[in-house]
């Protein structure tokens, strides 16, 4: 078997990159390799899920009222796991917790970053096996270097971010994580057991076809969203359509989408829900993040996502998010 050297895996990029940035320590080159090691570990259970006893809820309620899938708290406990036993973590911050874990010891004291993550999003599409993801913001704490973080490294704007990804477990399982130096994603081979980059240098394309809104809930958005809608299914070959309507339901899955074809994903407030269902800190910072990193752009419709200065570890907000003509049409509706 001839084995294609061009092609590297997850580990070789990411310290190849940090070589060339001055002064890099490698500390999160490592801590993206632990991440990558979660994923891997949550693969292997995702896709004999049927098979082991991994369906179903807990029988438990999380934070924000929902239902605990099994697979929600072994995701979350694979990478608190990797992210305490290594030495690149300070902290972590989880949808599925109340409050915060800090790693309270000498190596994780003088570590400089903290992470924020959804261990198992799209959850509720478990049993029906449709693609689900994890999704991880990585911040620069503000806390002194060799005592334990605290709440203020978590609470910042996702411009903030140093990093952020998601991994979506699907037909194939692929990582996409973003610096300020790019995006780029990475698939896992499962004859290695390693993700190699399969996508390099991602950019999400300016203009697209596809627009992806929970319909059900069109009567209760507010009347620039609704008139938006409208414009999407009235869109003719002059002015750029005809546009079609993608809504999986999953967020990692109908974004990975957006970000490689192009298009626009909305989640916006409700009549009884006027700030959303979708959380800033878990969810909508880390792919605001990569979205404008590969172009495009993201907002809560009258602010940008990554300036929204957080109050609350489980805030959430309305999102706008995807290719950037697409977005500032949309936003002008907004106005």
Known sequence: ?????????????????????????????????DIGLAAKRI???????????????TGDVNVQGEEVKKMDVFANNQLIGVLKHGVSCAGIGSEEMDDIVVFDDELSNQSKYVVMFDP?????????NISIGTIFGVYRRKSTLGKPCDRN????????????GYVVYGSSTMLVYATRRGV???????????????????????????YSVN?????????????????????????????????????????????IKG????????????AGKLRLMYECNPFAFIIEVAGGKA?????????????????????????????????????
């Open 299 to 335: 907002s809560n419709g009258s602010q940008r996502i990554v300036d929204v200065q957080p109050t609350d570890l489980h805030q959430r907000v309305p999102l706008f998010i995807g290719s950037k003509n697409m977005m500032d049409e949309c936003l002008s509706y907004m106005e």
């Open 215 to 259: 319909h059900g809930n069109f009567f209760k958005y507010e009347k620039p969203v609704q008139e938006y809608i409208t414009c999407c299914q009235k869109k003719t070959e002059k002015d750029g359509g005809p546009y079609t309507n993608r809504y999986i339901g999953s967020m990692v899955a109908d974004l990975h989408r957006t970000l």
């Open 153 to 164: 490294d978590f609470l910042q704007p996702g411009v903030g971010q140093v990093a952020a």
């Open 184 to 210: 780029n994603g990475f698939t896992l081979d499962p004859a290695i057991g390693e993700f190699c980059l399969s996508h390099p240098n991602i950019q999400c394309p300016a203009d697209g076809k596809i």
């Open 1 to 33: 078997m001839v084995i294609n050297r061009r092609v590297l895996t997850l580990d070789e990029f990411t310290l190849q990159a940090f070589r060339q940035i001055p002064n890099a320590t490698g500390e999160l080159s490592a801590l993206l390799r």
């Open 263 to 274: 298009g626009i994903f909305m989640y916006p407030g409700t009549t009884k829900k006027p």
């Open 43 to 57: 693969n292997v259970e995702v896709n004999k899920i049927g098979l082991v006893d991994l369906l179903g809820e």
């Open 120 to 128: 198992l999003d799209g959850s509720a599409n478990i049993d029906t």
